[in-house]
C-alpha cells in the first residue's frame, strides 16, 4: 500500500497550490480519501474529505470556501485544490484512505505560505 503526495512548495500569500495523491496496492475507489495538515508544534488536524464515489464531500471551518477537494478514481488519485493561502497554513500535508480496516496514510508534503 501506498499513498504518494506531490505539489507543495513554497507559494506567497493569496497565492493557490494544488497537492495531489496517488494511491497504490488497494482498492482506491472503495474508500474514503481525507487530507490533514500538522504545523510545525501543534497536533495534525482534519481539513477535507471526500466520500469514495465523490459524491459528498466536507470541510474544516478554516479551509472553507478557499479548498477543494476532488478525485479521480480512474487515476487512483485526490487532489485538493488551495486558494487564497494564509500563512497560518503552513503545515505537513497528509492524505490518509479511510474505512472499515483501512487506516492508510502517505508520507506528507510541505506547504509554506510566506512573502
Known amino acids: 500500500v501506498q499513498l504518494v503526495e506531490s505539489g507543495g512548495g513554497l507559494v506567497q500569500p493569496g497565492g493557490s497550490l494544488r497537492l495531489s495523491c496517488v494511491a497504490s496496492g488497494f482498492t482506491f475507489s472503495r474508500y474514503a480519501m481525507s487530507w490533514h495538515r500538522q504545523a510545525p508544534g501543534k497536533e495534525r488536524e482534519w481539513v477535507a474529505i471526500?466520500?469514495?464515489?465523490?459524491?459528498?464531500?466536507n470541510y474544516a471551518d478554516s479551509v472553507k470556501g478557499r479548498f477543494t477537494i476532488s478525485r479521480d478514481n480512474a487515476k487512483n488519485t485526490v487532489y485538493l485544490q488551495m486558494n487564497s493561502l494564509k500563512p497560518e497554513d503552513t503545515a505537513v500535508y497528509y492524505c490518509?484512505?479511510?474505512?472499515?480496516?483501512?487506516?492508510?496514510w502517505g508520507q506528507g508534503t510541505q506547504v509554506t505560505v510566506s512573502s
Open positions: 490518509r484512505a479511510t474505512g472499515i480496516g483501512v487506516n492508510y
Open positions: 471526500i466520500t469514495n464515489t465523490g459524491g459528498s464531500t
